[in-house]
């Protein structure tokens, strides 16, 4: 079992940045890919970006390239992800998750409790 939980969510203003980070614990986190994931009331949730066991990949949602990075520290057992020039359109309960590495949450096999990201205009 691998045991996630997201923080660093809070409301902020359009154009700031957040980082919010996801902490793992139990199995070793280290050989599991990573991913966020984010949802808003009534709508199914939405693939932002993953990350490979070691970092060397990363895979990106095609409206978040360039403003949203995602990274992981092993030897933290955490995995990133940094929102620059934030949208209203960004509000939303972002999800971290383990296990899988590709756009559908399905093939996760971990996920946090979610943390909320409000962004004001």
């Known amino acids: 079992q691998v045991q996630l939980v997201e923080s660093g969510g809070g409301l902020v203003q359009e154009g700031d940045s957040l980082r919010l980070s996801c902490a793992a614990s139990?199995?070793?986190?280290?050989?599991?890919?990573g991913g966020w994931f984010r949802q808003t009331p009534g709508k199914e949730r939405e693939f932002v970006a993953s990350?490979?066991?070691?970092?060397?990949?990363?895979y990106y949602a095609d409206s978040k390239k360039g403003r949203f990075t995602i990274s992981r520290d092993n030897a933290k057992n955490t995995v990133y992800l940094q929102m620059n020039s934030l949208k209203p359109e960004d509000t939303a309960v972002y999800y971290c998750?383990?296990?899988?590495?590709?756009?559908?949450?399905?093939?996760?096999?971990?996920w946090g409790q979610g943390t909320q990201v409000m962004v004001s205009s």
């Open positions: 998750a383990a296990g899988g590495l590709g756009s559908s949450p399905s093939e996760y096999e971990y």
């Open positions: 990350i490979n066991w070691s970092g060397a990949k990363t």
């Open positions: 139990g199995r070793t986190f280290s050989s599991y890919a």
